[in-house]
Structures are given as structure tokens and as C-alpha cells.
């Protein structure tokens, strides 16, 4: 299966995604883990797109259409944090186009402004092995200190308020027009991204086990 999983910075995603993916057997593939490891590898990517990242901006379409398009060659897989623009989603259609692996699905975490500028300023990260706590939701058993490896937890730069702020105003602005083109097509599933994440789990795997269901499949003109 070929998925995709949309919604805001904060909207838990990543952490979805990457379960969904264990669950079915697929590739996850995460273009902000992807940047992230590349920054922490200090390699030439990593140093173009670090300020980038932390000032909340979105890195350039030409750096980040031919990233995806050599992650995503086998035939399943979840695609997390991208396409971010409209121009990423026409250039995905051409990927899969040229791999011959038509889109399944796109699945959107639907969740308000608010409650994401709550969740990602608690946010505090291990900056060793990447685990994520909050301050309120899921604090770490000692306060400052990751549970798996007891290495000081740090605020993320691209976590602060003010680039939340701008996430959510790009997110509108370039990122929202996506979920109409996927409307179009008739393959956009919305699920309330609000409450116990076991439970948007569950509404997401009913969704997928849905589609799972043969039908004819998407191929972009
Ligand atoms: P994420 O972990 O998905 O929130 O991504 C973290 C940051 O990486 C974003 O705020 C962007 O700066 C950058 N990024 C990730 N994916 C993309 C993309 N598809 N297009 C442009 N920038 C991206």
C-alpha cells in the first residue's frame, strides 16, 4: 500500500505514522527525520536546510522532490511530511507515475491551531536517541531527563512559539491546498487527530483496512 499522512507539525503524525507502518508492514518515511538526520550527520544537505528548519520555513521544492522520489521506490510505503505544497503533490503524481505505484491514500489528522501550539512548546527531546516527551501530556518519569538513555532533554529550535506560529501560517497558506487536490481524487480520508492516540490508531487502521479492500487503483494522469 501507498499512503500518505497529512496535517500540521504537531498534529501527531510522526508518531502515527510510524505506527501504522509497523502495523501493515511499510516503509516510513519521514522527509523531517530525514532532514533532521542529515543536519545531525552535520553533512552539506544538513547545513543548507538547518536555518531553514528552525525558523519554521519550508526547504526548497528542487532539494526536496528528488529526496522523496529515492525513498519511496518500493511498493509500500507511508509518506510523512510530504508534499507540503501543491507543486510537491503534481511532482509525486510524476514519481509514481514513473515507479508505476499509484497512490492508495491520504490521510489527514485533522486537529485545531491551538491545541498544536500547546502540544509542540511542552514538546522537550532527547537530542541522543530522538525520544519525545510533554511537559503536561507525557512527562518523562525524572523532569529534564530522557527514560531510555538519561541524556539531558532539550527544546527542539524548531519548537519555540514563534516558529509554531509560522509552521501553522505556512501550513495554511501552502500545505492546506493539498487536501482539496487529494479531495478531488477521491482519496482523501479525514480523522480527528483529538483525544487518546490508541484510539486515532484504531481510526486510522480502519480507514486503511478499507481501502485495503481491492479497488480499482489511482493513476495520475
Ligand atoms: P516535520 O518533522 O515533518 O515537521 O518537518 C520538519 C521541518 O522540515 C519542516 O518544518 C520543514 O522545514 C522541513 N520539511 C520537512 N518536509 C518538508 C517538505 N516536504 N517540504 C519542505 N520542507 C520540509
New binding site residues.
Given amino acids: 500500500m501507498r499512503l500518505i499522512i497529512l496535517g500540521p507539525?504537531g498534529a501527531g503524525k510522526?508518531t502515527q505514522a510510524k505506527r501504522i507502518a509497523d502495523y501493515f508492514g511499510m516503509r516510513h518515511v519521514?522527509?523531517?527525520?530525514i532532514?533532521?538526520e542529515e543536519i545531525r550527520r552535520e553533512t552539506e544537505l544538513g547545513k543548507s536546510?538547518e536555518d531553514?528548519?528552525d525558523s519554521?520555513?519550508?526547504?526548497d521544492?528542487e532539494i526536496?522532490i528528488p529526496l522523496?522520489d529515492n525513498f519511496i521506490k518500493e511498493d509500500n510505503f507511508i509518506l510523512?511530511?510530504?508534499?507540503?505544497?501543491l507543486n510537491?503533490a503534481l511532482a509525486l503524481d510524476e514519481i509514481c507515475r514513473k515507479h508505476n505505484t499509484p497512490l492508495d491514500l491520504a490521510l489527514l489528522v485533522d486537529v485545531p491551531d491551538g491545541v498544536i501550539v500547546e502540544r509542540i512548546t511542552g514538546r522537550k527531546a532527547c537530542p541522543k536517541c530522538g525520544a519525545v516527551f510533554h511537559k503536561t501530556f507525557f512527562p518523562p518519569k525524572k523532569e529534564g531527563v530522557c527514560d531510555n538513555c538519561r541524556t539531558p532533554l532539550i527544546q527542539r529550535e524548531?519548537d519555540t512559539h514563534e516558529t509554531v506560529e509560522r509552521?501553522l501560517l505556512i501550513y495554511h497558506e501552502l500545505t492546506e491546498p493539498i487536501v482539496q487536490y487529494y479531495e478531488e481524487k477521491n482519496l482523501l480520508s479525514r480523522v480527528n487527530g483529538l483525544g487518546d492516540a490508541n484510539e486515532i490508531n484504531n481510526n486510522l487502521k480502519n480507514v486503511i483496512h478499507v481501502v485495503r479492500v481491492p479497488r480499482i487503483p489511482y493513476m495520475p494522469e
Fill in positions: 507539525s510522526g519521514s522527509t523531517g527525520d532532514l533532521r536546510v531553514l528548519i519554521g520555513n519550508l526547504v521544492d526536496m522523496v510523512d511530511g510530504f508534499p507540503r505544497t510537491q524548531d509552521r
